[in-house]
């Protein structure tokens, strides 16, 4: 399964020529970091490490991680390492974790983010001219505008529709014969349901490109037989430039891969912070080697997820392949002792026949003792039983299901709000 590809000779290097290149990149950024950013500066001083320190693939682990509150601490430019006058556009993150963090970028910053997205475009089969409607919205939040580099880049036909107002959407989607849509993933089930309103289908449309959010397999399938389109899963995050930035899956659909040239990836046990065997579960940690106004080092992203392969594709890229995200460490939740994340709900939610990919998970507390409710929109056949019988099979324990009519649940514009917290006592 030999594919077209954006940038060929950079996508199928061998895997010696890339861990060359990212060593050489490596030890420039850290010296490049320390010369223009006096927080690295500090932060190296204090690890005792200098770029001279930077050899071989392991020695990464001298320099120090950073994470979500070190860039929220040097808020609004603290980690930027080039003059201001150089700084051409700036994006935030969605804050669905905290206060949000800004990102700058230079020319060449917006070059780079634009190269990797349209390497993922391209890898996802779309041609020059093909028609991609554009549904994050066009703002702040990196989603829009990095698709819309990202499909300038490969020669796309740009529908920048942006949120919201989704029958308008699918009208000119038939309008223009829309063949790629974009977004988040829980927008791409809004677009599902709209049709399923109209009893209308979108025959153009052929592939998905969607992100920024956890899709477990079953919601994956939904996504492909409901909008017929083969849906892939695209990956990056404010931090690291934007959406795309990192990378997405091939039609093999064997794992995510992460761009290579462009970064470093590591995964972590999340509590020895110990560098983990290809396969095992961790945190993913990346460090951006050709990023010019904020490159971050050793980024603690707080995704799970495992490496699947550093072997080459059978699309022919080389590039490490890494699985779904899983979830986020923040997102972990505990009742009654035992641990899940919300998309192992939502993967059993899927599996009962009527249940709709629209959903919320409420944790209620009275008195410090938390309680899970289970929020579904469903056909009228299924009841709150049936849910509750399957979730427990499925999890080994019993949240209180709750069914509502298709479209009863609310929805937000961007990321979807899947896990509600509700104080009961007061
Ligand atoms: P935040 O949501 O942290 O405010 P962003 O808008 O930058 O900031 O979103 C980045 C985060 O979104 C990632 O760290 C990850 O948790 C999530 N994300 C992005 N793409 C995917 C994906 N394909 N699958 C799962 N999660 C994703
Ligand atoms: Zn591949």
Redesign the pocket.
Known sequence: MKQRMHQPELETMSRDELTDLQMRRLQHLVRYAMKNNRLHRERFKKAGVSPEDIRIPADILRLPAMNKEDLRLAYPHGFNCVDLSEIREMHM?????GS?IAMLYTEGDLRQWAECMARCYVMAGCEPGDPIQITPSFGL??GGFGMYHGARAAGLFVIPTGAGNTARQIRLARDFGTRILTGVVSYGIRVLEELKKEKSELPELTIGVF?????SESMKKNLENGLGLEAF???????TGGVGTLGQDCPDHSGIHVWEDHYIVEVLDRETREPLPDGEEGEIHITALTREAIPVIRFR???LARVVSRQTCPCGRTHIRIS??TG?VDDMLIIKGINFFPTQVEQALMEIPGVHPNYQIIIEETHGVKDVRVHVEAEPTVTGFTVEKHLKERLGFSPKGDVFLPGALPRQEG?AVRVVYRKMDD
């Open positions: 993150s969605s804050g669905s974790t949000p939040f990196n992100g920024a959010e956890t899709f899963n695209i990956y990056g995050m404010t931090e992203t707080g995704d779904p995200i986020r990321k």
